[in-house]
C-alpha cells in the first residue's frame, strides 16, 4: 500500500468547484495512491459527496476510510452513520472505518457496533483517531479491540509528540498509524526550522511539501493524508513516495524540528 493517500478535509465547503476537488481525488488516484480519508463530519457529508463523485466508476481503485462521530459510536448509532456515509459516497462498504475521537460511548460498545458492521460486509475493518498511548491500551484490553487496524493522529515535522507515545504503541499492538496534517495544514512552510525544509529539498531537486511528506513516511509504520483540492499539488505529493532522505537529511531535519524531550499528550486538531 502507497503511505500517501489523499485527505478530504475542507472539501465540500465550497472553498473550490465540488468537479475540481473530485478531479484532484482522481489525480492522485492516477498517480497511484490509494487510501482516500474522509468523515461524515467534513463539510456535513459534503466531503463524502465529493468523494463518492470522485470513485464513480472506479470503486476499486481506492481504499476507503471514513470516521463516525463520537456521538454516535453507540453499538445501534454506528451502522445508522455509516449507512447515511454508504449512501453518499455511493458505494457499499467502506474498507476502513474509524471512530473520529473518543467520546462518551465505552469503547467496547463502539467495538460491538464496528464488529457487527464487518460480519454484515458494510465495512472491512475498523480503526480509530486521535487516541493516545493509553487509550490505545484500554481498548486492546475490550473484547474485539485488538482487531483495531489503524490509529489517525496528527503527525507532522512540528508535531513530534506522537513518537514517543502512539507510534511505539501502535507498532505494539500491531496496527498502523495514519498521519492526518502532515503539511500541518500548510503553516508548516513558515514554521521555525523551515529554512531546513528548503535546504534538504533542494539536495534532492523536490520540494518543501515533498521532503516534509518522505519524512512522515520514514519508518514504514506511517501512511501521511495530505489534502489538496490542486491537481499539480496532488500529484507533487504523490512523488514524494520516491524521495528517500539521507542520514544527513534526516539529522538536519532533526535539529531543524526537535522532537519533545518527554512523553506529552497527544495533540488534535
Ligand atoms: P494538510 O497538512 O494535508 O494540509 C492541507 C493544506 O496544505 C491545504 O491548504 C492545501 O492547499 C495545502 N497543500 C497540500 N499540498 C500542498 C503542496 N504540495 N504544497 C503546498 N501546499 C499544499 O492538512 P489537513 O488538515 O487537510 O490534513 C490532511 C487530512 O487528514 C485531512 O484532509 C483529513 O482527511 C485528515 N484529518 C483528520 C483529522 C482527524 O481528526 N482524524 C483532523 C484533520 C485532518 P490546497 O488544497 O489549496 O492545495
Known amino acids: 500500500m502507497p503511505a500517501i493517500g489523499l485527505g478530504t478535509w475542507d472539501m465540500g465547503e465550497g472553498h473550490a468547484p465540488r468537479a475540481q476537488e473530485a478531479d484532484a481525488l482522481r489525480a492522485g488516484l492516477d498517480a497511484g495512491l490509494v487510501v482516500v480519508d ?48 454508504l449512501a453518499r459516497l455511493h458505494t457499499g462498504h467502506i474498507d476502513v472505518y474509524l471512530l473520529h475521537w473518543r467520546g462518551r460511548h465505552p469503547l467496547a460498545e463502539t467495538v460491538q457496533g464496528f464488529e457487527d458492521l464487518v460480519a454484515d460486509g458494510l465495512i472491512g475493518a475498523w480503526g480509530v483517531s486521535n487516541l493516545d498511548a ?40 500491531g496496527m498502523s498509524v495514519m498521519a492526518y496534517s502532515p503539511l500541518e495544514q500548510a503553516r508548516i512552510f513558515d514554521a521555525p526550522g523551515a529554512e531546513a525544509l528548503t535546504t534538504v529539498a533542494a539536495r534532492h531537486d523536490a520540494t518543501a511539501a515533498q521532503v516534509a511528506l518522505a519524512w512522515t513516511i520514514r ?35 532533526d535539529r531543524a524540528f526537535p522532537a519533545p524531550p518527554r512523553q506529552v499528550p497527544l495533540e488534535t486538531l
Open 134 to 173: 493509553d487509550d490505545l491500551r484500554e481498548l486492546g484490553q475490550v473484547p474485539g479491540g485488538k482487531a483495531c487496524v489503524t490509529d489517525q493522529v496528527l503527525y507532522n515535522l512540528t508535531r513530534r509528540g506522537p513518537e514517543l507515545g502512539v507510534l511505539p504503541a501502535a507498532a505494539a499492538s
Open 38 to 85: 474522509t468523515a461524515e463530519m467534513y463539510a456535513d457529508g459534503g466531503a463524502e459527496e465529493v468523494v463518492g463523485d470522485a470513485l464513480a466508476g472506479r470503486r476499486d481503485d481506492a481504499v476507503l476510510v471514513s470516521k463516525v462521530y463520537p456521538h454516535n459510536a453507540s453499538r445501534r448509532g454506528v451502522r445508522e452513520a455509516c449507512e447515511r456515509s
Open 219 to 253: 519508518d514504514g509504520n506511517v501512511l501521511a493524508i495530505p489534502k489538496s483540492a490542486s491537481t499539480a499539488r496532488v500529484r507533487e505529493n504523490a512523488a514524494a513516495l520516491e524521495l528517500t532522505l539521507t542520514d544527513d537529511d534526516l539529522a538536519e531535519l
